[in-house]
């Protein structure tokens, strides 16, 4: 499902939404673009949950210390957004038990040969050679727990997470066809444009906070480095500003980052370039980046200034997580045949 033809919530009950990101790094231009504007954006008209995926990110090692304080400067980065605690449910996965709990039965309705056919398996186990751990293979299942707990009719994310979507939607099929209606069918929501931004050095990748730091724009980039990256970031051999993601990959993800942050369309903005060169296109998508980033930022540092705000608000986000993934839990616990408390 795309942005044209988005379904709205009836008045009485809104529709649900639930999306997550890992606090392995600071968020880039591509998360914000592909996924946590788009959570804004959907914020007034759904129910709506957004997840810290702190359970996902230690598929991969990562440094104690520097996990916690990624994953409170991500909280204080969703309400730097505009994520209002009040009409949002913001928390961290680890502080919901429901998640692991349905995650085991999950993995038990779900085969070897799906998970092996995983892109992004084969992809991070060759990255990490020396790291392939079972959490990393069944990492789907765990996200597919995610989504179904709170009964999600739509999830917003970048296209990287189309299959991960659809083998959420196989196993919940799965299980309602033996047990009967137990879970949701979700359904995907990606931008129209900017669903896979690309890397700034090597454009046909996607844009990743895993790689070096001149290949993205992180959301705290001060504006001396979003200046110098976008300058260096790779073109295309002719002049031409137009956009042609097959084959003038490097300008077309510059043009799609601008159309994405100023919600111009292509079109239009592509003919604005029209006899001008790359400077002009890098000059002004800095402006916008910049333009865009540094509000976010001022209040990221506010919310980071104010801790305790940031405990009250994961605290109730994890109590009413908590409440909404119960009912889901017991009911599929009932289902599988376990004894009730
Ligand atoms: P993560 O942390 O890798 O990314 C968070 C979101 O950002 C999107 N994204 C991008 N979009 C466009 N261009 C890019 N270059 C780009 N890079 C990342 C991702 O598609 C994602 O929407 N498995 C998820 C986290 C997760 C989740 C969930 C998401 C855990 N449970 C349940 C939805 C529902 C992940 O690793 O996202």
Redesign the pocket.
């Known amino acids: 499902m795309n942005q044209q033809n988005q379904s709205n919530g009836t008045p009485d009950k809104k529709l649900r939404i639930?999306?997550?990101?890992?606090p392995?790094g600071t968020?880039?231009l591509?998360?914000y673009?592909?996924?946590?504007r788009n959570w804004k954006l959907l914020s007034n008209d759904y129910d709506c949950l957004y997840?810290i995926?702190d359970l996902?990110s230690i598929t991969v090692r990562q440094e104690p210390a520097k996990l916690r304080q990624q994953s409170t400067q991500l909280l204080a980065l969703l309400l730097a957004i505009g994520l209002d605690p009040e009409q949002n449910i913001l928390f961290f996965?680890s502080h919901v038990s429901q998640h692991t709990q349905l995650s085991w039965v999950l993995n038990c309705f779900t085969y070897m040969g799906e998970m092996s056919r995983m892109t992004?398996f084969k992809d991070k186990s060759a990255k990490h050679s020396d790291n392939i751990n079972c959490g990393l293979f069944t990492?789907p299942v765990?996200?597919a727990s995610?989504?179904l707990l709170y009964q999600?009719n739509l999830?917003?994310?970048?296209?990287?997470?189309t299959q991960?979507?659809e083998i959420c939607r196989d196993i919940a099929n799965r299980f309602n066809g033996i047990y009967g209606n137990v879970f949701t069918i979700p359904e995907g929501y990606f931008?129209k444009f900017?669903?896979?931004?690309?890397s700034l050095q090597d454009p046909v990748r996607?844009?990743?906070?895993s790689d070096p730091d001149d290949c993205f724009i992180s959301m705290l980039d001060n504006p001396d480095n979003v200046r110098r990256k976008i300058k260096r970031a790779v073109t295309d051999s002719d002049a031409a500003i137009a956009y042609d993601p097959e084959n003038k990959p490097g300008v077309s993800n510059l043009l799609t980052i601008q159309s994405s942050l100023t919600g111009e369309a292509m079109d239009a903005l592509v003919d604005s370039y029209a006899g001008k060169g790359y400077g002009v296109l890098k000059s002004n998508l800095t402006d916008v980046i910049i333009e865009t980033l540094s509000p976010i930022q001022d209040k990221f540092n506010q919310y980071m200034n104010d801790k305790s705000y940031l405990e009250t608000v994961w605290r109730s986000g994890a109590e009413h997580a908590s409440r909404l993934a119960e009912r889901t839990l017991s009911k599929v616990m009932k289902k599988v045949g376990f004894v009730s408390k």
Not at 18 to 22: E, F, R, V
Not at 33 to 36: D, E, N, Q, S, W
């Open positions: 639930l999306s997550g990101i890992q392995s968020p880039t591509g998360n673009i592909g996924a946590m997840m995926a996902h996965q992004q990492y765990l996200m995610d989504i999600a999830v917003p994310v970048g296209a990287d997470q991960h979507l931008p900017g669903a896979k931004v690309m996607k844009m990743s906070k």
